[in-house]
């Protein structure tokens, strides 16, 4: 087994930043090669990160001997080009969330990478690399829970809109065309993909979404914004499970986030991750809380590897990444559902 991948980076946006914080870190990680299509800011992210090679191309990029993975960090409606282009030229992916903008461009970019026997993995599920989110899945499958029946997840950002509140360089967030929607696209594929996790990565069967623009002071001139700022979303599954989602890039909230698993015979609470389940002497009086034991917080990686980290280890020992694109498919499937659900006022079939 070879020592180190060698990594080219496809886009140099903001979270390319974050995967080069990361990627730098890792021994077993050699980023190679950079491209972008604008060729100035390719050449600025080269020389901050001390990257030998920047491509005037992707066709020279994927020609390299030495790229064996390519990591696709462009903005959303840019994904599938490139991470197809990759696959067939015999490179492993990993490729940013969202995973596409639709379901087609999704399964397209799934069945390539079943098809050529490369790795495609997706960063929509970055919180299953987390200490809690492991060790609760851990157990879920496990059977410690019981039957996990439902996943209720509240997470309220008071002001932090991308291209308005933060990250204010970044402007295609408020677009739709470019972004595929707000907070619910954006955010919201994390919380997705998590919950699907832990219960089990059943089928969606149906998906009901209201979402809400206009939560704060608007995009100053010139920008424009048409992508929704709250987003509720509950959906069922074939398996008789179901989960709530609550997301917001701004509300006037805070203290309230949550996410909670029921089980049968037990629960999960996090942040802590706890443990709940009917106290053993009367469970009609008494309820066991037991904190799990953890000298980390819960989204720590340590040990582990981020979803980048984790990328490179898997492909190097020859398996399959932690984040594969078959459920990043049906996160992708949800998302879509939703987004129509929101547009109709109506529940969206799905299985």
Known sequence: MP??????????????????????????????????????????????????HVTSSLEDLLDRKDVDAVIVSTPPHAHKEPTIAALESGKHVLCEKPF?????????????????????????????CGAAMRRSQ?????????????????????????????????????????????????????????????LGNPTVRTVLCQTKMGIGEPAPAPLKQDVEDHAVVFFTCTN?????????????????????????????RFNPLTYVEPGRIDPRRAVEERVMPANVEDGSTQGFGDVSQQFVDAILARRQPYTPARDALEVTR??????????????????
């Not at 999704?106 to 929509?124: I, N, P, W």
Request: net charge negative; proline share 2%; hydrophobic share 40%.
């Open 3 to 52: 020592d180190q991948l060698g990594v080219a980076i496809v886009g140099t946006g903001t979270i390319a930043n974050s995967h080069l914080r990361s990627l730098s870190q890792h021994q077993p990680a050699k980023v190679v090669a950079v491209y972008d299509v604008i060729g100035d800011l390719a050449r600025k992210f080269a020389d901050r990160w001390n990257i030998p």
């Open 100 to 128: 596409a903008l639709d379901p087609d461009e999704a399964e397209e970019m799934t069945q390539t990478a079943e098809r050529t026997g490369k790795y495609l993995a997706v960063c929509s599920a970055r919180r299953r």
């Open 138 to 198: 851990e157990m879920a499958a496990a059977g410690q829970l019981g039957e996990v029946y439902y996943v209720r997840d509240s997470q309220f950002r008071v002001r932090g809109r991308p291209g308005i509140d933060i990250l204010k360089d970044t402007h295609w967030f408020l677009d739709s065309r470019r972004a595929g929607g707000g907070a619910l696209i954006d955010i919201g594929v994390y919380e997705i993909d998590a919950m699907l996790w832990l």
């Open 240 to 268: 008789g499970s179901a989960g709530t989602l609550e997301i917001t890039w701004s509300s006037n909230i805070s203290g309230a986030n949550a996410f909670l698993v029921f089980g049968t015979t037990g629960g999960l």
């Open 334 to 351: 949800v998302m879509h559902a939703a987004y129509e659900s929101a547009r109709t006022g109506q529940a969206v079939q799905l299985a």
